[in-house]
């Protein structure tokens, strides 16, 4: 019971996530887990650049996108 009520949701959610991450590309609009909105410019295997602004540019780990926006 415990297993089917904890760890098999929460394992869903880390693989959803997971796939989020592994499909993010150039111009793909997302929102940080600190709130922060941008759009990706670059990404390496582990970081990815976002354009928040004209001339802004943050790098954050790819473990940090929250939510990838849709339009």
Known sequence: ???FL???PNKKKQKKHKEMIDSLKEGT???ASGGIKGTIISTTEEYADIRVD???KLTVRKAAIATVLTK
């Open 1 to 3: 019971v415990f297993y």
């Open 6 to 8: 904890l760890i098999l």
């Open 29 to 31: 609009e997302v929102v």
């Open 54 to 56: 004209k001339g802004v």
